[in-house]
């Protein structure tokens, strides 16, 4: 039901109270009339308007004297006031405007400018009233950091601040997109951020690279080793060395990996010079290795020593109460890296997005405010900007009114391994065949993706 705007019209001029009177009530408004600020004061606090134009020259209580006796009693919660003067005078304006007036019109008002005035005044109330995070300007810049006041990321806070003062070892683990490498990336800011940072997706390295990539190799080791190489063990010195996707890693390698984390020591490839590793390893993880060393596809003696110091980053479902920090500090985001100018979002917006159940976690929120922030032509992001999906590729909208025209639908009784088919297509047409993209909203690597797409006889649509 469209509300009824309640305006409280105040002037001691009996003829344009009535005409004010009048012609707004024939405009739609619910009008409220008072003689003087005394009986102004009584009809605000009986009948709450919505907005009130005040006169300032009145006899028993000046339209100045009323707003600042509202300023002292009801702050914030005072109603809009526009201010009506014969007079045109500038000091009364200035006084009237730093006691939170909304504006100043010198009468006779022509009654199309008293109109879009009032318009523009209620638009104002109604934006604040649906507004639910505004941006703060210049005391809220954006900070690439981890974001979240839930207990769940406190105890994380207290892990990293932990840290300090040692090289231990830590095994992030977390499903994709909970921001595992932010917490990395903490890790070394707070520990040694003057030291290198270095990041491999073991995935992403041929198994028979990885050794070299590492550890790196020495001149004639190989076929096409020229020259020394130096690895990545050895160039990230004191730093934070972080290894993405450490399940992943063939088993002949990790027996390797196990000695310099043991020894604190490697040699190159081809190498017989002893090199010394005096930085410390980040291994991220979405998957459960203990369950991989139960399957005999991760080393046990490797998993103890990745786990001296464990922290699970929790998905977002488990820490819902952050969600507004979080959005919060993806529309600064976009507006630092994107040149977007986002300065609110609508509480109908936070809380469509608060109802979704985020299986891509942070990274599919982020990946969804970015993309509302480009998209958008105006500086608040509406419900209207998000179109959210679940990773069956059905918005909220279809899956909230069961509309049996989705996007997908599973067949019916069909094997399982046919529906995984199915679904990896069309997943992989869905992101124009990005497999990056498509493994994480798939929650695999890539290399199993590879394994499904050459298993099923998968091709692009061209």
Same mark, same amino acid.
């Given at each position: 039901?469209?509300?009824?705007?309640?305006?409280?019209?105040?002037?001691?001029?009996?003829?344009?109270?009535?005409?004010?009177?009048?012609?707004?009530?024939?405009?739609?408004?619910?009008?409220?009339?008072?003689?003087?600020?005394?009986?102004?004061?009584?009809?605000?606090?009986?009948?709450?308007?919505?907005?009130?134009?005040?006169?300032?020259?009145?006899?028993?209580?000046?339209?100045?004297?009323?707003?600042?006796?509202?300023?002292?009693?009801?702050?914030?919660?005072?109603?809009?006031?526009?201010?009506?003067?014969?007079? *045109?005078? !500038? @000091? =009364?304006?200035?006084?009237? &405007?730093? $006691?939170?007036?909304?504006?100043?019109? +010198?009468?006779?008002?022509?009654?199309?400018?008293?109109?879009?005035?009032?318009?523009?005044?209620?638009?104002?109330?109604?934006?604040?009233?649906?507004?639910?995070?505004?941006?703060?300007?210049?005391?809220?810049?954006?900070?690439?950091?981890?974001?979240?006041?839930?207990?769940?990321?406190?105890?994380?806070?207290?892990?990293?601040?932990?840290?300090?003062?040692?090289?231990?070892?830590?095994?992030?683990?977390?499903?994709?997109?909970?921001?595992?490498?932010?917490?990395?990336?903490?890790?070394?800011?707070?520990?040694?951020?003057?030291?290198?940072?270095?990041?491999?997706?073991?995935?992403?390295?041929?198994?028979?690279?990885?050794?070299?990539?590492?550890?790196?190799?020495?001149?004639?080791?190989?076929?096409?080793?020229?020259?020394?190489?130096? *690895?990545? !063990? @050895? =160039?990230?010195?004191?730093? &934070?060395? $972080?290894?993405?996707?450490?399940?992943? +890693?063939?088993?002949?390698?990790?027996?390797?990996?196990?000695?310099?984390?043991?020894?604190?020591?490697?040699?190159?490839?081809?190498?017989?010079?002893?090199?010394?590793?005096?930085?410390?390893?980040?291994?991220?993880?979405?998957?459960?290795?203990?369950?991989?060393?139960?399957?005999?596809?991760?080393?046990?003696?490797?998993?103890?020593?990745?786990?001296?110091?464990?922290?699970?980053?929790?998905?977002?479902?488990?820490?819902?109460?952050?969600?507004?920090?979080?959005?919060?500090?993806?529309?600064?985001?976009?507006?630092?890296?994107?040149?977007?100018?986002?300065?609110?979002?609508?509480?109908?917006?936070?809380?469509?997005?608060?109802?979704?159940?985020?299986?891509?976690?942070?990274?599919?929120?982020?990946?969804?405010?970015?993309?509302?922030?480009?998209?958008?032509?105006?500086?608040?992001?509406?419900?209207?900007?998000?179109?959210?999906?679940?990773?069956?590729?059905?918005?909220?909208?279809?899956?909230?009114?069961?509309?049996?025209?989705?996007?997908?639908?599973?067949?019916?009784?069909?094997?399982?391994?046919?529906?995984?088919?199915?679904?990896?297509?069309?997943?992989?047409?869905?992101?124009?065949?990005?497999?990056?993209?498509?493994?994480?909203?798939?929650?695999?690597?890539?290399?199993?993706?590879?394994?499904?797409?050459?298993?099923?006889?998968?091709?692009?649509?061209?």
């Amino acid at each position: 039901m469209k509300k009824t705007w309640k305006i409280l019209v105040v002037d001691d001029d009996l003829s344009i109270l009535r005409s004010y009177q009048k012609y707004l009530q024939s405009e739609g408004y619910c009008v409220l009339t008072a003689k003087d600020g005394v009986e102004a004061y009584e009809e605000i606090f009986q009948n709450r308007p919505d907005l009130v134009l005040l006169d300032i020259n009145m006899p028993r209580k000046t339209g100045l004297e009323l707003l600042e006796e509202l300023n002292e009693q009801m702050g914030s919660d005072m109603p809009l006031a526009i201010m009506l003067t014969a007079y *045109g005078d !500038l @000091e =009364a304006a200035v006084k009237a &405007t730093t $006691l939170g007036a909304y504006d100043f019109l +010198t009468k006779p008002v022509p009654l199309e400018k008293l109109r879009l005035t009032v318009k523009r005044g209620l638009e104002k109330i109604n934006f604040t009233e649906h507004v639910a995070l505004i941006i703060d300007g210049e005391s809220e810049k954006y900070r690439n950091s981890i974001v979240g006041r839930d207990p769940l990321m406190i105890d994380i806070y207290k892990a990293i601040g932990s840290l300090q003062g040692n090289k231990a070892t830590v095994l992030v683990s977390g499903e994709s997109g909970t921001g595992k490498e932010m917490v990395a990336k903490a890790i070394h800011e707070t520990t040694s951020p003057k030291a290198p940072f270095i990041a491999i997706n073991c995935a992403a390295v041929p198994e028979n690279l990885i050794e070299s990539e590492l550890m790196g190799y020495v001149k004639g080791a190989f076929t096409g080793a020229d020259s020394y190489r130096e *690895g990545k !063990l @050895e =160039a990230v010195g004191s730093g &934070t060395l $972080l290894l993405d996707e450490i399940s992943e +890693t063939p088993l002949d390698f990790q027996a390797k990996l196990l000695r310099v984390l043991q020894e604190r020591e490697f040699y190159p490839v081809g190498g017989t010079e002893k090199k010394t590793f005096s930085g410390r390893i980040v291994a991220l993880t979405n998957k459960n290795l203990r369950e991989l060393v139960e399957k005999g596809i991760f080393r046990e003696d490797l998993f103890y020593r990745l786990n001296v110091i464990s922290i699970n980053v929790p998905p977002l479902r488990e820490h819902p109460g952050d969600i507004e920090l979080l959005i919060m500090h993806f529309m600064r985001k976009a507006n630092h890296i994107m040149n977007t100018s986002i300065e609110s979002i609508t509480r109908e917006a936070v809380d469509l997005i608060k109802s979704h159940n985020w299986p891509g976690n942070v990274r599919e929120l982020e990946n969804v405010i970015t993309k509302a922030a480009i998209n958008t032509k105006s500086s608040i992001l509406t419900k209207e900007c998000f179109s959210l999906q679940d990773k069956l590729g059905l918005s909220e909208d279809t899956r909230s009114t069961g509309d049996n025209n989705s996007k997908f639908c599973f067949p019916d009784m069909v094997p399982l391994k046919e529906v995984e088919k199915l679904y990896i297509d069309k997943v992989l047409n869905e992101t124009g065949w990005h497999k990056g993209k498509s493994a994480e909203i798939l929650g695999i690597t890539r290399p199993t993706l590879d394994k499904r797409i050459e298993e099923f006889g998968l091709k692009k649509n061209v």
